[in-house]
């Protein structure tokens, strides 16, 4: 008899198992499979996370992927840890760094979450937990106690629920966000927690415009350079702002995020009197009309809001 | 057989990349039988197969980008449904048997048989450890070569073979009771 070769049908057995098995043959998938999948496909295209080519090199691709709402989708994921303090606000950057950093520590096993907490057992077992379990980030993002004892608060339940932050936890861009060192910047900063934590804030993040707006490299990199800026993004008269389509549309102008860059801008934004103007809806108009931002990025109007800011004591 | 569609892949991919959004749904429909066949046998559930294949396509085409064109479509998207189909495992608590509709109508006598059977075959399959049990998948339902296996998996054919070997020794004991029968 040939000797059975590791694999090869060599023995009757062996064929006989192979023959059980070819003999079961396929499934048939969802007759929908095919149109489910190009339609996600189609509703991450229209949420803002395309591929842009660029160019084809001998054969191999140097392609950019623009990633939007990189900025968003992180805010959104530490929305549920900013509701209860978790990292505790009072902690500064290194707190949120740290737990952020901390997402690539050792896997998470069953006996970690222990909890007397009925209504927490009751939440495990539901679909909402069942979905973000089966994700990555959330899995990795479980592993710290911090984020484990936030899912004791009732408001971080209501949170994970919402379709929004679900998404922004099926986004693979969160990774990516909590990798960049301005967005973790921005995260950490306790003004930045607290708009977060606002119901006002959560709400208007839900609108395709402003995380379009709040997805702007520009504005994550100044955000995070500026901590008079994000003092004026924390204040009531900005969020209310925030409401304004027309702030929206001004948040996403190229052109606006250009001026923004401009550091002597930027002490002028950050001023009481320019957090005050926010909440008028002239300047709202003003802000998404192109002829006015142009004017603002003249150095003449720089020169003027510069002493001007100089002047106002803050 | 599958993995003969290289150029193909690689074609669609580019035009993919090139802004086709219509390029992705050739490979979609190319590999969604094979994949969605492999996810089912690994997990053993039909709706968690079908999240796991519409998982594995979805964030193969958000990381498109990422694609190594160097290697075989199918075995890098495959690797993304392995992924998925071991978070889903992780979330399982028990393994439910397939239901009389997914395996398709049956006629009297040889159909409750043949139902039992892939019953009988997908317990046998679950029972097996990961290592196992995706070789035989992908050998068996996915009709892979020994080759294209080692390749997807990272692993030498040898150990491919061996894996087998000793997969079908395991499933021999347990479908004793179907061994031989037509």
Redo the contacts between chains.
């Keep these: 008899m040939k000797p059975?070769?590791?694999?090869?049908m060599g023995s009757e057995?062996?064929q006989?198992?192979?023959d059980?098995?070819?003999?079961?043959g396929?499934?048939?998938?969802?007759a929908d499979?095919?149109s489910?999948?190009?339609t996600?496909?189609?509703e991450?295209?229209d949420d803002g996370?395309r591929?842009?080519?660029t160019s084809?090199v001998g054969?191999?691709?140097m392609?950019?992927?623009v990633v939007g709402g990189i900025a968003v989708a992180a805010a959104l994921l530490l929305i549920t840890m900013a509701v209860t303090g978790y990292p505790p606000t009072g902690k500064g950057a290194e707190g949120a760094i740290g737990a952020a950093k901390r997402y690539h520590a050792d896997q998470i096993k069953t006996d970690d979450v222990k909890t007397q907490d009925a209504e927490l057992q009751a939440f495990l077992q539901t679909d909402t937990f069942?979905k973000l379990?089966?994700?990555?980030t959330v899995?990795n993002a479980l592993k710290h106690k911090e984020v484990r004892q936030a899912l004791a608060d009732p408001a971080v339940r209501v949170a994970l629920a919402s379709p929004a932050v679900q998404e922004a936890f099926a986004n693979?861009a969160v990774e990516q966000a909590l990798e960049s060192s301005a967005v973790l910047q921005v995260l950490s900063a306790s003004q930045i927690q607290s708009v977060l934590a606002s119901q006002s804030v959560q709400s208007v993040l839900a609108s395709q415009g402003a995380r379009a707006a709040f997805a702007s490299p520009q504005v994550v990199a100044v955000l995070a350079s500026q901590p008079a800026l994000q003092s004026a993004v924390a204040s009531q008269a900005f969020q209310a702002a925030l409401e304004s389509s027309a702030f929206q549309a001004a948040l996403a102008n190229q052109a606006f995020m250009g001026i923004m860059n401009n550091q002597a801008l930027q002490v002028a934004f950050a001023t009481p009197q320019f957090a005050a103007a926010l909440g008028s809806s002239e300047l709202m108009r003003a802000l998404s009309s192109a002829s006015f931002v142009n004017a603002l990025s003249s150095s003449a109007m720089t020169q003027a809001l510069q002493s001007q800011s100089q002047a106002t004591p803050q | 057989m599958y993995l003969d569609q290289d150029e193909a892949d690689l074609a669609a991919v580019?035009r993919?990349?090139?802004?086709e959004?219509a390029a992705?749904?050739e490979l979609?429909?190319r590999y969604?039988?094979?994949l969605?066949?492999v996810a089912?046998r690994l997990l053993g559930r039909?709706d968690e197969?079908?999240d796991a294949?519409?998982n594995a396509?979805?964030?193969a085409?958000?990381?498109?980008?990422t694609f190594d064109?160097s290697q075989r479509f199918f075995s890098w998207i495959y690797r993304i449904l392995r992924?998925e189909c071991l978070?889903?495992l992780?979330?399982q608590r028990t393994w439910e048997p397939l239901s009389d509709g997914?395996?398709g109508a049956a006629g009297p006598t040889d159909a409750i048989e043949d139902v039992e059977?892939?019953r009988a075959?997908q317990r046998a399959v679950m029972s097996l450890d990961m290592d196992y049990r995706e070789v035989?998948t992908l050998r068996?339902?996915g009709g892979m070569s020994?080759e294209d296996i080692a390749a997807t998996l990272g692993i030498p054919a040898?150990t491919?073979?061996?894996r087998?070997?000793t997969a079908?020794?395991r499933?021999?004991q347990s479908?004793s009771a179907?061994?031989?029968r037509s």
Excluded at chain 2, 16 to 19: A, D, F, I, S
Excluded at chain 2, 61 to 65: A, I, M, R
């Design positions: 059975v070769e590791y694999g090869e057995e062996q006989r198992v192979a059980l098995l070819d003999g079961v396929t499934i048939d998938p969802p499979l095919s489910r999948i190009m996600k496909i189609a991450h295209e996370d591929l842009l080519f084809t054969g191999h691709r392609m950019k992927k069942q379990i089966a994700d990555k899995r693979g | 580019r993919c990349l090139g802004g959004q992705f749904e979609v429909l969604q039988r094979p969605f066949n089912y039909y197969a079908s294949t519409q396509f979805v964030k085409y958000g990381h498109l980008d064109a992924n978070n889903a992780r979330g997914v395996l059977r892939q075959v035989i068996h339902f020994y040898k491919v073979k061996s087998l070997y079908r020794q499933l021999a479908l179907w061994n031989g």
